[in-house]
């Protein structure tokens, strides 16, 4: 479920960078939503016991 949300964010983020309507001050915010998820890809997730055994 998280890696379905960590993608849509991706995609949101994406397309709303591309359109033409909005403003800097919007733009700099979807950059930074957009590094802060992408930061996620390359961190991998520690699980907890408590994780592995609701898994």
């Known amino acids: ?5 960590h993608n ?3 995609a949101l983020f994406k397309k ?3 359109d ?5 001050a919007e733009r700099e915010v ?4 957009l ?3 992408e ?3 390359s961190t991998p997730s520690r699980s907890t016991r408590a994780d592995r055994k609701s898994s």
């Open 16 to 18: 709303k960078l591309t």
């Open 1 to 5: 479920m998280d890696k379905f949300i």
């Open 30 to 33: 979807l950059l930074k939503l």
């Open 8 to 10: 849509q964010n991706l």
């Open 39 to 41: 930061a996620k890809e």
């Open 20 to 24: 033409p309507q909005i403003s800097e």
């Open 35 to 37: 590094a802060d998820e």
